[in-house]
């Protein structure tokens, strides 16, 4: 009985732990809603990476990678926490096995929100991570719309001396 009430203690506390992280999450998502980034972003370092086995077309299995990265991008029907998986098929190895050049033969997006605990958790961590990425990103924007509309004042200046050039004046 002692094993049985351990475990159920157990269990009910990492449930409520796993509900806290959870709201903290959607606390987190609803704040970045709220920005209207319009923008994707994914963290540099993945949550998960773990060896796999994977099958090719004809069914031959072959040894793989299984990355999964945690990001701020566009799901099914809004912007969201998103965890992009990615296959990498092992092209080269060194002599104990380990990776040397892959390549992506899948990838799957899954909301952060439907993913397990485990996911969620490891997602957690790399938080801080994702939120200086999505201000690396925003910054690349902004000085794309900034060249952007630079070039575009250059181009209007030139325009009317282009007009006044072939009037004859």
């Not at 961590?125 to 575009?152: F, N, P, S, V, Y």
Request: proline share 4%.
């Amino acid at each position: 009985m002692t094993v049985e009430n351990d475990l159920f203690t157990l269990a009910r506390k990492i449930n409520e732990s796993t509900d806290a992280l959870t709201n903290d999450l959607k606390n987190s998502e609803k704040q970045l809603l709220q920005l209207k980034l319009g923008f994707s972003a994914w963290a540099p370092t993945p949550i998960i990476q773990e060896p796999c086995i994977s099958h090719n077309e004809d069914g031959e299995p072959f040894d793989c990678v299984r990355l999964i990265y945690l990001g701020w991008a566009k799901g099914t029907n809004n912007w969201c926490f998103q965890l992009r998986e990615e296959i990498h098929e092992i092209v080269e190895a060194d002599e104990i096995g380990y990776p040397i050049e892959t390549k992506v033969v899948e990838t799957f997006y899954t909301n952060l929100m439907e993913s397990d605990r485990t996911k969620r958790f490891a997602a957690f961590e790399q938080m801080d991570a994702l939120e200086k990425q999505i201000a690396i990103e925003g910054h690349k924007i902004l000085k794309k719309i900034e060249t952007i509309r630079t070039k575009r004042k250059a181009k209007a200046l030139e325009e009317p001396n282009q007009m006044v050039s072939e009037a004859g004046f």
